[in-house]
């Protein structure tokens, strides 16, 4: 299994990023994946999920109407659109893949990954 994220750049406030997951090394269509960031000092949080076919998807709080989350099934990417950002959006962003989620009928929610990109940095400054 390998996960590899790019585009992280440093933006000013307000600006957009988009990031991108290449996965490689399993049959990406049949797993959910993830979105993760972790900044300084701090513990590393959920972002984003989307499911399988990108029927369901969950965000965060903080991000939820200026972040979007979406998979590319025939390229085995994930993406995530980052609008609107933040100061508080800098942080190192990792791609995950969700290995164990909610049942299904249950409100969606990933609840543990097994493999881990090595991540891309976001940092969010005038």
């Known amino acids: 299994v390998q996960l590899v994220e790019s585009g992280g750049a440093m933006v000013h406030p307000g600006g957009s990023l988009r990031l991108s997951c290449a996965a490689s090394?399993?049959?990406?269509?049949?797993?959910?994946m993830s979105w993760h960031r972790q900044a300084p000092g701090k513990e590393r949080e959920l972002v984003a999920a989307i499911s399988t076919a990108s029927e369901d998807t969950i965000y965060a709080e903080s991000v939820k109407g200026r972040f979007t989350i979406s998979r590319d099934d025939a390229k085995n990417t994930v993406q995530l659109q980052m609008d609107r950002l933040k100061p508080e959006d800098t942080a190192r962003y990792f791609c995950?893949?969700?290995?164990?989620?909610?049942?299904?009928?249950?409100?969606?929610?990933?609840?543990?990954?097994?493999?881990w990109g090595q991540g891309t940095q976001v940092t969010v400054s005038s």
């Open positions: 995950a893949r969700v290995a164990v989620r909610s049942n299904r009928g249950d409100p969606y929610t990933p609840k543990s990954y097994d493999s």
């Open positions: 090394g399993f049959t990406f269509n049949i797993f959910d």
